[in-house]
């Protein structure tokens, strides 16, 4: 199989392009890609496709290193647009793909970045989906009889996001260990660790579903920025440093989409024996 190892402020993907090669892979085969001693090493493996049947350019998929396949990924869906265009499978600077959480519309910018129209966030628990019947600003759960509240948010995948004093004290792997699998969680969640620095910064250190935690996530830096201006934290564009570098968020409140601008970066070119 041949890729490309892509990065998004290091969030990392092993990206394949399964329109010029005949590629279906296992969960397995999946989590050996993806192991960083015994594989190539990622937190994302991302398949590009072509479009089943809509008026979308492509269609892109997407999957955790433990193998499960997911809706969304933000930092994934600029390394999907920046592989189009240096892969030569298309020269439009807006791009529109088919993903599991609907369609994203993905813009070149002049400076070289790219925005993601990543949708309307979803507040209702059933949506998100969380274990509850009523809509709250903050849930709280319990864990080592300690309780924490967060926000919850869907950006076409779960979001927990925790507000905490210092980003750099957050005990990030043992509260997301915790949660991400918790009762509360039917399908599981992506825990972010929110500091509020002013009303148009954040630091941010996210616990992936299905991958620990990461050096960025575009899809957690949107819904840390949601629950903060849900929670009258932040104005409504807001710079996100997250521990692989920054992206802006900007949403203008409930019925409007998020977008997200940031970077993207081919690392190499590689062919691994599945
Ligand atoms: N790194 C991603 C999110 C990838 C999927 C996530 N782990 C999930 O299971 O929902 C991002 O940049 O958004």
Not at 41 to 48: I, M, P, S
Not at 87 to 101: C, E, F, N, Q, R
Not at 142 to 153: D, I, P, R, S, Y
Not at 181 to 198: K, T, Y
Request: aromatic fraction near 8%; hydrophobic fraction near 45%.
């Amino acid at each position: 199989m041949e890729f490309t190892k892509m990065h998004g402020l290091g969030n990392d993907f092993v990206v394949v392009d399964a329109i010029r090669q005949q590629i279906s892979l296992t969960p397995e085969q999946i989590r050996f890609v993806a192991n960083r001693h015994f594989g190539v090493g990622c937190d994302q493996l991302l398949l590009v496709e072509n479009t089943l049947h809509s008026d979308a350019d492509f269609r892109y998929r997407i999957f955790n290193a433990d193998g499960s396949e997911v809706a969304q990924c933000g930092n994934g869906a600029r390394c999907f647009a920046r592989f189009i265009r240096d892969k030569k499978l298309s020269y439009k600077d807006t791009i529109l793909v088919d993903t599991h959480a609907g369609q994203l519309l993905l813009t070149f910018d002049n400076d070289g970045l790219i925005t993601v129209n990543m949708g309307i966030p979803l507040h209702e628990p059933t949506l998100i989906p969380l274990k509850t019947e009523q809509e709250e600003k903050l849930y709280t759960v319990m864990l080592n009889n300690v309780e924490k509240a967060f926000g919850a948010v869907s950006l076409g995948n779960p979001h927990a996001v925790l507000q905490v004093a210092d980003v750099e004290l957050a005990v990030v792997d043992e509260v997301g260990e915790a949660l991400e699998s918790h009762a509360f969680f039917p399908e599981r969640v992506n825990i972010g660790f929110m500091q509020v620095i002013d009303r148009n910064k954040i630091k941010l250190r996210v616990f992936e579903r299905g991958a620990g935690e990461t050096l960025a996530c575009g899809s957690g830096a949107c819904a840390a920025v949601v629950i903060g201006i849900e929670q009258q934290l932040l104005a409504n564009d807001v710079l996100v440093e997250l521990p692989g570098g920054q992206l802006k968020i900007s949403w203008q409140g409930r019925g409007n989409p998020v977008f997200m601008t940031g970077p993207a970066v081919s690392v190499f070119e590689g062919s691994i024996e599945l």
